[in-house]
């Protein structure tokens, strides 16, 4: 018998394998939906990135309905997303926004789709925003207004009549540089010192579903500080 059941939206990614992992590694039963599959998740669903954003929604919930039996979800992680830069003037600006929007905007939409299904009461659900989205972005527009939009929905589902469970507590991580292989391959003569780990934030969302006394208040963007090794998560 599981401990409890999951589900990471971007759990093939580098966050979201490691807190897939973390959860596994503590009995809970995991499902992965991404791009690919996860050979250590439970069940997987594989969403087709040509698939319009109505599209996808139908199909991430006809399946999520199907490998979970009747049986609902304890936490709902969105690791998904990517990042582009570019300003007005760059010639990719239309193409990257739209890219940024389809990784963070879409993958997180589509997550609270499945919390308003599929979510236990007082259950948790997790997004993930940016820092630096809390300023403006010059250059990395499409990236900035995407992560924007992700603390706006966050602050819309943690409203009353959201749609969401009754209890559902909703949350945002909005980290400034994540300790990640492909983050060490591009900035390899950065301070890695100041990059938050990924077993850090994984090992936080398995207290915040495990121990519901220790979440922070929903509707909480919590902003993840990192100097020295040492994370601390401030709200925004």
């Known amino acids: 018998m599981s401990s409890g059941r999951v589900l990471i939206y971007g759990g093939k990614g580098a966050l979201g394998s490691s807190v897939l992992d973390h959860f596994k590694s503590k009995g809970f039963w995991t499902l992965n939906v991404d791009l690919s599959s996860n050979d250590a998740a439970d069940a997987n669903i594989v969403v087709d990135p040509t698939g319009c954003w109505i599209t996808q929604e139908a199909n991430v919930l006809k399946e999520v309905e199907t490998v979970l039996g009747g049986n609902r979800l304890d936490g709902i992680f969105c690791v998904a997303g990517g990042w582009a830069g570019g300003s007005s003037s760059s010639d990719d600006f239309i193409k990257n926004a739209d890219l940024m929007w389809k990784q963070s905007v879409w993958s997180s939409t589509i997550s609270a789709r499945v919390a308003s299904k ?69 900035m390899p003569k950065s301070d890695f010192s100041t990059w938050t780990s990924l077993s850090y934030i994984a090992e936080t969302f398995y207290k915040w579903t495990t121990q519901p006394n220790e979440r922070p208040e929903s509707g909480a963007l919590l902003k993840l500080t990192t100097v020295g090794g040492e994370t601390n998560i401030t709200k925004c």
């Open 118 to 186: 599929f979510l236990n009461n007082g259950g948790l659900i997790q997004f993930t925003g940016a820092a630096a989205a809390t300023e403006g972005t010059p250059s990395m527009i499409g990236y900035g207004m995407a992560k924007a939009a992700v603390h706006q929905l966050v602050k819309s589902l943690a409203a009353p009549k959201s749609g969401l469970p009754e209890g559902t507590t909703v949350l945002a991580i909005l980290p400034i540089t994540l300790d990640t292989p492909m983050n060490r391959k591009w």
